[in-house]
């Protein structure tokens, strides 16, 4: 199984050999994962404030399991391209060490195929989806949020997991072709 190691910035594949337009994918896809961060200190904070707020004050954060819900399906999916662009998704690497090269290119080359037709499969669906909760005009028990509005940066998080699939499938490819 692959170890974890210290690397710099430059010897990830989020940075490497790309052209311009790339670069600059890679750094959106960079930036769009620490919103996805940034959503995520945000419900530490809510949940930390409720829970201080009803153990002292016996008032806790009114719709913190709303807002939880919500940041942390914002969160996980902010995450995702950046995965797949840094190579950084989970893999069953103990079936593959003793495969070649080629092989192993091949399967990464595999992968990528499928996180693209993954990402558009779900992004169809989450319109869908949020289509629906617009239609019925869903919300929240406590705050009365529309349930529609954690779909848009869900949305955009799939559609940046396709585009990076696509910059990782063509460097899967060439990395294929070369061995």
């Keep these: 199984m692959a170890e974890m190691m210290p690397v710099d910035d430059a010897s990830l594949p989020l940075?490497?050999?790309?052209?311009?337009?790339?670069?600059?994918?890679?750094a959106l896809i960079e930036a769009w994962a620490l919103l996805g961060?940034?959503?995520?200190?945000?419900?530490?904070?809510?949940?930390?404030?409720?829970?201080?707020?009803?153990?002292?004050?016996n008032m806790p954060f009114p719709g913190d399991f709303e807002l939880t819900e919500m940041g942390i399906c914002i969160a996980a999916f902010a995450f995702l391209p950046y995965c797949q662009l840094a190579g950084a998704n989970v893999t069953a690497d103990i079936f593959t060490e003793g495969a070649s090269q080629r092989w192993q290119a091949g399967f990464a080359f595999a992968a990528s195929v499928v996180a693209f037709l993954?990402?558009?499969?779900?992004?169809?669906?989450?319109?869908?989806?949020?289509?629906?909760?617009?239609?019925?005009?869903?919300?929240?028990?406590?705050?009365?949020?529309?349930?529609w509005m954690a779909y848009v940066p869900i949305l955009v998080s799939l559609g940046l997991l396709a585009i990076a699939a696509v910059m990782t499938l063509g460097d899967n490819w060439r990395a294929m072709r070369a061995r």
């Design 118 to 147: 993954f990402a558009m499969l779900l992004l169809s669906r989450m319109w869908a989806g949020m289509l629906s909760k617009m239609e019925y005009v869903d919300t929240t028990t406590i705050l009365q949020l529309p349930h």
């Design 15 to 26: 940075r490497g050999g790309r052209g311009p337009l790339a670069s600059k994918v890679s």
């Design 37 to 57: 961060g940034v959503s995520l200190l945000a419900v530490i904070l809510i949940n930390t404030i409720s829970v201080t707020g009803a153990y002292t004050l």
